[in-house]
Antibody
Framework: QVHLVESGGGVVQPGGSLRLSCATS????????MHWVRQAPGKGLEWVAF????????YYADSVKGRVTISRDDSKNTLFLVMNSLTTDDSATYYC?????????????WGQGTLVTVSS | DIVLTQSPATLSLSPGDTATLSCRAS??????VNWYHQKPGQAPRLLIY???KRATGIPARFSGSRSGTDFTLTISSLEPEDFAMYYC??????????FGQGTRLEIK
């Protein structure tokens, strides 16, 4: 059974940084593309970033480009998102989502999310 | 970027009814639209991919269709657990991947 568990969220001041993690199990992580998707409180879904299976293809939404880095550690079956220069607009629940294959942009499994609150 | 517009914003129906949710794309995107639902406090769940293919474990009462740039999610014989938020998402031209703003399906 596919299992995704995010962690690392919390309250951070504007301009601060956070590193989110997504621990995975139940599937062979090294061959899977992975995404981060976020949802501001009471709002819709916004795709944030993608990393392909070998880390050579990485894409970001314009809203986070230059401030966010997605990465993966296949030895630990874990996905990461490092966020810098955070603003209040970055306050959201961050979900990691598994791509249904290498690079399909079909999110077939989701974690439960980790809440990031940017506030002074 | 491709914009997806969902309608209606809110749909009020009763259990047993049939729900019809719409998603219109701002440009041609072939059949590469996915549908998700999200219950309060939970993560989204994939229902339909590529306009009409049901995801694993999704009941047959969920179906999807496409007509040009218009996509429809139909839920027949609504069950109490179907009342939730529904989002469409396109994967034709990415990045970026874009979602519609959502339709809230509520109990009448």
């Amino acid at each position: 059974q596919v299992h995704l568990v995010e962690s690392g969220g919390g309250v951070v001041q504007p301009g601060g940084s956070l590193r989110l993690s997504c621990a995975t199990s139940g599937f062979y992580f090294p061959t899977q593309g992975m995404h981060w998707v976020r949802q501001a409180p009471g709002k819709g879904l916004e795709w944030v970033a993608f990393i392909n299976y070998d880390g050579r293809k990485i894409y970001y939404a314009d809203s986070v480009k230059g401030r966010v880095t997605i990465s993966r550690d296949d030895s630990k079956n874990t996905l990461f998102l490092v966020m810098n220069s955070l603003t209040t607009d970055d306050s959201a629940t961050y979900y990691c989502a598994r791509d249904s294959n290498i690079e399909t942009a079909i999110f077939d499994s989701w974690g439960q999310g980790t809440l990031v609150t940017v506030s002074s | 970027d491709i914009v997806l517009t969902q309608s209606p914003a809110t749909l009020s129906l009763s259990p047993g009814d049939t729900a019809t949710l719409s998603c219109r794309a701002s440009q041609t995107i072939n059949h590469f639209v996915n549908w998700y639902h999200q219950k309060p406090g939970q993560a989204p769940r994939l229902l339909i991919y590529d306009a009409s293919k049901r995801a694993t474990g999704i009941p047959a009462r969920f179906s999807g269709s496409r007509s040009g740039t218009d996509f429809t999610l139909t839920i027949s014989s609504l069950e109490p657990e179907d009342f939730a938020m529904y989002y469409c998402q396109q994967r034709t031209s990415w990045p970026p991947i874009t979602f519609g703003q959502g339709t809230r399906l509520e109990i009448k």
